[in-house]
């Protein structure tokens, strides 16, 4: 079975995030990237499967040249090979030129099984999966918050709002998995060394038959007009708890702003 | 004026508040055109109607509720090719954004999600405001390319009645076998807590790891003040309280009046899911944790002392 994560190179969220000032696009080249942590769910999703039966793991990317770190820890997780399609017109693409893109690394890869983590995050829509889905004609099952694959059937469990839901579809399939799925491994140092010699293909967009003006900012189909960056709160009141007086004064806060 | 679509929120014909929002800012755009899908359309027809829908038109082909999410996209894109509209409005939750997502792929449109607020704008069509990296900047974005469509987040608007009483249109839709691949095969409905829904609610209260396990404390202070309840990733993940329940990053973003984070530290994966609360109060024996860089008020000290004593004296004030 050739399974294939769908990964994304995302600026790390715990250091200073921006917009790069001349297009509105989220600064990818000048800060410290990393693989999106919930991606690392859906590369941990293909090992197991892969370890439960048989199978080859790829893991692919779509970015700048920073982003083959993201193909690099997909590699040391335990992946067995990677591509990553760079293309310097890719930049400013929105998710509906990035999922043609995946659509057509996917369909050149041949995969059976596609896996996606819940969203990145940074951008955070959480829509590409179905993008891909609707793309390239195949079920999606998303959001699972358990998976089995028994034989061509993919199930997995969804934990909703209202319900708690049992989904299956069969193979070739998209399937997208939330952060309760499992437990990423971290990278062995056997795992560290092994994916220096493991295989890593780069791809242009011409190696997609795609072109330039159908992906990045300037056909992209939603545009930022503005950004603005969140005034900081004012600081506020610290009262410290002595027998009873934080209880009283958090409710008299309550009670002054009218919350009672 | 021109047709805006509005895919109504719904459990079994009972209108969700956030339909009503998104009707409210449907009106902003043009007329509002609800797309009812399933069972209950006549029992929804009066709040749709409160709230200015012009039109309603049903879909109760069976297979619509059966398969996921690709039908649905399907009915729409129906839909869309003959009411023609300037703008389609979803509500932006998990199944809301997916069939959002093949919408835009099917009608060749960009899609803007997670709006919080959406205005006319000029000609060039619908302006929406957006916050993202964790609630630390705001954006506004158009969609440039075909029909705009919008997921809009709960209380992006606040409900303005607009009597009209709409006409029902049945729509026959045919679902093609492609998008039948993916099926429901097993529901288990979550047990109702009479509390209001999380990312509806005026007033959340959250417990963290400080909680220690028991959120007796957390949910009797949320019951006295007619709270929802959250938790943080680490109760969560300590298997404390359900995942449906998580405030953060990868659980629901919530942006309440008053927010309460009790035995939280304020993480960056928490403070992405309260950042844009209102009001924001937390109680945390650690006077170092960062959740008291965001806080209006703030109490250092044990919340299993704190919180039962302001429960008793919120209870005392209010009866």
Redesign the interface.
């Known amino acids: 079975m050739k399974i294939v994560v769908c990964a994304k190179f995302v600026p790390d ?2 250091a200073d ?1 921006r ?1 790069r000032s001349e297009d ?1 696009t989220v600064d990818r080249a000048g800060v410290d990237g990393l693989l999106s942590e ?1 991606d690392e769910y859906a590369v941990e999703t293909a090992l197991t499967v892969k370890e439960s039966g048989d199978g080859e793991v790829t893991i692919l990317t779509v970015g700048p040249e920073q982003a083959a770190d993201a193909v690099k820890k997909g590699l040391q997780m335990g992946a067995d090979a990677g591509v990553h399609v760079v293309d310097d017109a890719i930049h400013g693409s ?3 030129a990035t ?1 043609l893109i995946l659509s057509k690394a996917l369909a050149k890869l041949d995969a059976d099984l596609v896996v996606f983590g ?1 969203g990145s ?8 999966p ?2 891909v ?3 390239l ?7 699972g ?1 358990e998976v089995t694959v028994d034989g061509q059937t993919v ?1 997995i469990r969804r ?12 193979l070739p ?1 998209v399937l997208s998995v ?3 799925a499992n437990e990423p491994r971290y990278p062995s140092f056997k795992g560290i060394m092994a994916a220096k010699k493991k295989p890593v293909e780069t791809w242009s967009l011409a190696d997609l038959e795609l072109t330039a003006d159908q992906v990045g900012g300037s056909s ?11 005034p900081p ?1 004012s600081a ?6 002595e027998d ?1 007086s ?6 008299e ?3 002054t ?1 009218k ?2 | 004026m021109s047709n805006v679509l509005v895919l109504v929120d719904h459990a079994a014909g009972k209108v969700r508040k956030t339909t009503a929002e998104l009707l409210t800012i449907a009106r902003r755009l043009g007329e509002p055109v609800a797309v009812f899908v399933g069972e209950g359309v006549q029992d929804a027809l009066p709040a749709l109607g409160q709230y200015g829908a012009t039109k309603v038109i049903a879909l109760s082909n069976p297979e619509l509720s059966q398969f996921l999410v690709a039908p649905k996209a399907e009915a729409l894109q129906q839909v869309a090719a003959k009411v023609e509209p300037s703008a389609i409005l979803i509500s932006s939750n998990a199944e809301g954004k997916e069939i959002a997502a093949r919408l835009a792929v099917k009608l060749d449109s960009g899609l803007i999600t997670d709006a919080v607020d959406v205005q006319a704008g000029d000609s060039a069509g619908p302006v929406t405001t957006q916050s993202v990296f964790a609630g630390n900047y705001t954006v506004k974005s158009k969609v440039t390319h075909g029909t705009p469509i919008i997921t809009v987040k709960p209380n992006a608007a606040t409900p303005e009645a607009a009597e009209t009483s709409p006409e029902v249109e049945e729509f026959d839709v045919s679902i093609s076998d492609a998008a039948k691949t993916a099926r429901i095969t097993e529901s288990k409905p979550r047990e109702a807590t009479g509390r209001p829904e999380l990312t509806e609610a005026a007033i959340i209260v959250s417990g963290g790891r400080g909680t220690g396990g028991d959120f007796g404390p957390v949910e009797a202070f949320a019951d006295s003040l007619g709270a929802a309840v959250g938790a943080s990733r680490a109760a969560v993940d300590s298997g404390w309280y359900p995942h449906a329940y998580q405030v953060g990053q990868t659980g629901k973003t919530v942006s309440p009046q008053l927010y309460v984070a009790a035995g939280i530290s304020g993480a960056i994966q928490h403070r992405a899911g309260m950042q844009t609360s209102k009001t924001i109060v937390a109680v945390n024996k650690d006077p170092e944790a960062p959740i008291f860089e965001l806080v209006d008020f703030g109490v250092v000290g044990d919340l299993h002392k704190v919180l039962p004593t302001a429960t008793e004296e919120v209870t005392k004030r209010k009866a």
Do not use: C, H, K, Y
């Open positions: 969220a715990t995030r917009f509105n919930l929105d998710a509906v999922s819940m995050t940074d951008g955070g829509m959480g829509v590409v179905a993008m889905s609707e793309r004609g195949l079920p999606a099952v998303t959001l918050s199930r934990d909703g709002d209202t319900a708690s839901e049992t989904i299956e579809g069969t399939l939330s952060d309760q992209a189909w939603t545009e930022v007009v503005e950004v603005t960056a969140r709160r506020g009141t610290i009262v410290t708890d009873g934080g209880a009283a004064e958090l409710v806060f309550l009670s702003n919350f009672l």
